[in-house]
């Protein structure tokens, strides 16, 4: 599979995918807001990742359009602190038959910090025999912190699977009770749950620089 690797504002406004591919968003510095276009053409799939523990604020838009067969499996974690104020419009657009895509969005608020994850999956008419899935999850860690999240689904034919979730919370308190049950301080309990939260998105890299990199980002920004 190939892999094609972008960090911070290296990032480019149009992709053409017509092979297996496997895509690596890293954000490290500011976050500043882009638009972006990517076409999965007939037959071919897409695993993208993106790892986001920048500063900032913005809006990142991506649409991703699927030709006929082809499939699509996203995945962002992120996290926002402070001042940060970050906007995450992740659309999936089937144009064609047998489509797939699963966007898989999930994020952490904390200490004023402002998340918001939104978009659309659309199925047009004539797209028989797609599915679609969006799921969107956000823990906000104290009152002045805020995380929405707002997927929308599109569809246009009938013979189709589509669904989505999203859900906006405060850390599970059963699980913050079992680690402080099992001797843990509130703080260090309250990191390794973000931890858990936040590093499955590690699977998705291969590069074990780059894992240590995000590895060393999360641990710093908590």
């Not at 094609?4 to 490290?28: C, G, H, M």
């Not at 638009?35 to 993208?48: D, I, N, Q, T, Y």
């Not at 992740?90 to 489509?99: D, E, G, K, M, R």
């Not at 929308?152 to 189709?160: A, G, H, Y």
């Amino acid at each position: 599979m190939k892999t094609l690797v972008y960090r911070d504002q290296d990032w480019p406004a149009a992709l053409d995918i017509a092979e297996p591919t496997k895509l690596n968003f890293i954000s490290f510095q500011e976050f500043v807001g882009q638009e972006m276009v990517v076409k999965v053409r007939s037959g071919a799939s897409l695993v993208a990742a993106f790892a986001d523990f920048s500063s900032g604020e913005g809006k990142l838009t991506v649409r991703v359009e699927l030709e006929e067969g082809a499939s699509l499996e996203w995945h962002l974690a992120s996290l926002s602190s402070g001042s940060d104020q970050k906007v995450f419009d992740i659309s999936a657009y089937h144009l064609a038959p047998s489509s797939t895509a699963v966007v898989s969005n999930y994020g952490i608020a904390k200490n004023g910090g402002r998340l918001t994850f939104t978009g659309v999956s659309q199925i047009d008419r004539g797209a028989k025999g797609s599915n679609t899935r969006q799921e969107a999850k956000i823990i906000v860690f104290d009152a002045g912190s805020d995380g929405k999240c707002s997927p929308v689904l599109k569809i246009d034919e009938n013979d189709v699977n589509a669904s989505h979730g999203a859900s906006v919370g405060r850390l599970n308190d059963d699980h913050l009770f079992y680690l402080l049950s099992r001797g843990l301080a509130e703080d260090e309990a309250r990191r390794l749950i973000t931890m858990g939260y936040l590093k499955p998105v590690l699977v998705y890299f291969d590069d074990q620089g780059l894992k240590q990199e995000l590895n060393k980002a999360i641990e710093e920004r908590l």
